[in-house]
C-alpha cells in the first residue's frame, strides 16, 4: 500500500473514541477480546468488528490461538501519524513563543513599574 | 462539540489525501481556493467539497469576501491529535532505547576485540 493510503487508513481507524479507547487499553498492556469488551457495554460482534478496522490499518496484532486470540497494539502507524504532525508542530509552538515573548515583555514593564503599592 | 468527538472529525477530516495535501499547502500561507485547486486537477466543486469537510473539522478559516475567499490553516485540532499521539511516543522511543542499547553493545564488544587486522 501506498505510504499516503496507509496514512488515510490509519486516520480513518482513529476517527472512532471506541477505537482510540480499546487502543488506549492495548497500551497498557495483550489482552482478551472479552476483556477488551468488558469496559465498553457492547456486544462482542460490535468490539470484533472494530477490532477488524484497527487491524486491517496494521494498529493492532491478533495472536492466533484458537481458544484466546490476545491483541496486542502494534504502535507503527501512530508513529507515522506523529511524524506526519510533526510538520505542524512550528504552529502551536511559535505561537507558544510568541506568548512566551509577550510574557517577557509584561514582565519587564513590571520590574519597571517597580512593586505595587500595598492598600 | 465533546473533546472526544471532535478528535474523530479531526481524524475522519485527515483521512484523505487530498485534504492532507491542502493542508500542506495552507502551511505555507493563506491562499485562494482557485489557487488551492490548481495543482490537483481537480474541478472547484470537488476542491470546494474537500475545503467544507476540513472547515467543518476546524482545520481550515476562510475568510468572507465576497470575490476573494482566502483559505487559512488553522493548526488547533492538529495540536490535538499531536496532544493524543504523545501519549504512544514511549512505544517507539522505548523500541529506540533498545536500538541505542544495542548498538552500545556491539561498539563495547568491537573496542574489547580490538582493531581488525588488514588483509
Known amino acids: 500500500m501506498a505510504a499516503a493510503d496507509r496514512l488515510s487508513e490509519?486516520?480513518?481507524a482513529l476517527a472512532d473514541p471506541?477505537?482510540?479507547a480499546i487502543l488506549a487499553r492495548l497500551a497498557l498492556g495483550e489482552t482478551s477480546v472479552t476483556d477488551l469488551a468488558e469496559p465498553f457495554d457492547m456486544s462482542l460482534?460490535?468490539?470484533s468488528k472494530h477490532?477488524?478496522?484497527?487491524?486491517?490499518a496494521g494498529l493492532i496484532v491478533r495472536g492466533r490461538e484458537a481458544q484466546w486470540r490476545p491483541c496486542r497494539?502494534?504502535?507503527?502507524p501512530l508513529k507515522e501519524v506523529d511524524g506526519w504532525v510533526e510538520h505542524y508542530r512550528q504552529f502551536w509552538e511559535k505561537s507558544f513563543d510568541r506568548l512566551d515573548e509577550y510574557l517577557r515583555v509584561l514582565q519587564?514593564?513590571?520590574k519597571k513599574r517597580g512593586p505595587r503599592k500595598s492598600k
Not at 477490532?51 to 486491517?56: A, D, I, Q, S, Y
Not at 497494539?73 to 507503527?76: A, E, G, T
Open 18 to 20: 471506541t477505537r482510540r
Open 51 to 56: 477490532l477488524k478496522v484497527l487491524e486491517r
Open 108 to 110: 519587564t514593564k513590571e
Open 73 to 76: 497494539l502494534d504502535p507503527s
Open 10 to 12: 490509519t486516520f480513518a
Open 45 to 47: 460482534p460490535a468490539v
